[in-house]
């Protein structure tokens, strides 16, 4: 029971990081419907300055703005310079790959291929409860985090004129324009707040793995993948329940048949739920409101 007890509580912790890099795949599916291949290259190139502001600084916290600021920064140019030249979504998920290959390629050739290490402004160590080890200080903090983003990007959905513009953009296109917003503006605010958010999730993420290099959101990006189709691309709230029913599967299934097997745990719980919910968890009436 110990034993499962700490597997749940670790898999809640990766799974709100898998929740907030889907978060950012979901943004710009509504945005654009186009699915960002370039997500974690671009949160990856937004960590490196980031980590190496910290080290100018001292300051994590410095730093953990400037991988937020740095990624918006990278959202808006890659629209305006890459993702603009085209309405096609198919062109634009060969311009996302393409991006990738120019990202990664670049941050290879001028920081290394080696792991750099990621400092945690808390102590990463489990915190005993009832003699089972749980959440660490800085898994909560992780946590508490994603859950504020969330429920900031929640409001600005449902409760603003921002939000209901670029819902309006994303669906209607046409109509919104008609109707006088600026839908080419919109698209380009999504970018902006999808790789902010990628970036942050990215950085979180860092310190429980290996540490900072070219490929490190790789990984990520793969769950995060899953995440969002399992809870449907363009559901939001989907996002976040299928982060934490990814991420508690993952634990659990590492924890009692070892890690290799985690990735087929993954696999059939996708085909499952495409053979079932071929659109996703939160599909429906969700992906047709605006």
């Known amino acids: 029971m110990e034993r499962f007890v700490f597997l749940v509580a670790a898999g809640t912790a990766d799974g709100v990081v898998f929740a907030l890099f889907a978060l950012s795949l979901v943004l710009i599916w509504r945005s654009t419907r186009i699915i960002n291949f370039a997500a974690a290259a671009m949160a990856v190139a937004a960590c490196y ?80 409860v009832a003699g089972v080890p749980t959440l660490s200080p800085y898994d909560l903090f992780a946590i508490t985090v994603a859950v504020l983003l969330m429920t900031t990007l929640r409001l600005l959905f449902t409760r603003t004129s921002l939000g209901l513009q670029m819902r309006a953009a994303a669906f209607a296109p046409e109509m919104s324009r008609l109707l006088g917003v600026p839908a080419a503006r919109m698209r380009t605010i999504g970018w902006i707040l999808a790789t902010a958010v990628g970036a942050l999730a990215v950085m979180l993420a860092l310190p429980g793995d290996l540490g900072l290099h070219p490929h490190a959101g790789d990984a990520l990006f793969v769950s995060a993948f899953a995440v969002a189709v399992i809870g449907s691309l363009d559901s939001p709230e989907g996002a976040v329940i299928g982060g934490l029913l990814v991420g508690v599967l993952i634990s659990l299934v590492t924890g009692y048949l070892g890690a290799g097997v985690a990735p087929l745990g993954v696999l059939a719980l996708l085909i499952a739920v495409l053979l079932l919910r071929p659109a996703g968890l939160f599909a429906g009436a969700e992906a047709r409101r605006v």
Request: hydrophobic fraction near 50%; glycine fraction near 12%.
């Open 49 to 128: 300055l980031a980590l190496a502001t910290t080290t100018l600084t001292g300051s994590y916290w410095i730093g953990l703005l400037t991988a937020v600021l740095t990624g918006a920064a990278l959202g808006a140019a890659v629209e305006r310079g890459i993702m603009r030249t085209t309405q096609n979504p198919l062109a634009g998920v060969i311009l996302a790959i393409g991006t990738v290959m120019v990202l990664q390629a670049l941050t290879g050739i001028l920081a290394g291929p080696e792991y750099r290490p990621v400092p945690t402004p808390f102590d990463d160590r489990p915190l005993s």
